[in-house]
């Protein structure tokens, strides 16, 4: 009897002993969890690594919606195009409104100061998510890249030089190509604009589709 007893007490000593090293235990971990590095902390080191690791997982929903939409003010009448024309739904209208833009690459030529300007403005962006050139023409203003996308944007410049070259300025001109970019690739320039956002970088479509921060989605 006397033994049994013994026994028993071993065994509760032992089971305390037990429950006291887990309870232990579990307090160091969570002074170990509390002193860990968080996203945010690592992000003050390397801030568009970490922002571009969130983003793909999923961390970061700033819900942006950078999609222009409506009719281009000015020239989007006489093209007969339209922001909405270019869409997921409706891939017979898509192709329509780019054919549309991509024709006038073709069909206008610059030359001297509009020329000069042209090439000014098309240097500045890229279709980087289908060609590898550093932008849409090269440095004598000939097309560097040969996809629909660039067709249209190469277009869409040459004929608001032409024919409104007083009401647009370059910078206006360059934005207007980032629209369609924009539209074309709406996936990774979403991407992009929650990079640039996280960042503090003003979200306008210069710095969303030219070159001036390409490869942000990526970490570059």
Not at 173 to 186: M, N, R, S, V
Request: charged fraction near 20%.
């Amino acid at each position: 009897m006397q033994f049994n007893l013994e026994k028993l007490t071993i065994g509760l000593l032992a089971a305390v002993i037990l429950v006291i090293g887990f309870n232990t235990f579990q307090m160091s971990q969570m002074k170990i969890n509390a002193n860990a590095i968080t996203g945010n902390a690592v992000a003050e080191s390397k801030p568009t690594a970490n922002i571009v690791g969130n983003i793909e997982a999923g961390n970061i929903d700033f819900e942006l919606d950078i999609i222009p939409k409506g009719a281009p003010a000015i020239y989007g009448k006489e093209l007969g195009v339209d922001y909405d024309d270019v869409s997921p739904s409706n891939q017979q209208k898509a192709d329509s409104a780019i054919r549309k833009l991509g024709t006038l690459d073709q069909q206008i030529s610059l030359s001297g100061e509009d020329l000069k300007r042209y090439i000014a403005v098309a240097s500045q962006i890229s279709c980087e998510y289908c060609c590898g050139v550093d932008s849409i023409i090269f440095s004598d203003g000939k097309a560097a890249c040969g996809c629909e996308h660039s067709f249209a944007m190469r277009g869409l410049a040459k004929y608001l030089i032409k024919n409104h070259g007083s009401e647009y300025t370059n910078d206006a001109i360059l934005e207007e190509l980032g629209k369609w970019k924009t539209l074309f690739f709406p996936g990774p320039i979403t991407k992009k604009a929650q990079v640039l956002k996280a960042k503090g970088v003003e979200l306008n479509y210069i710095n969303l589709a030219s070159n001036k921060y390409r490869g942000a989605e990526n970490g570059n």
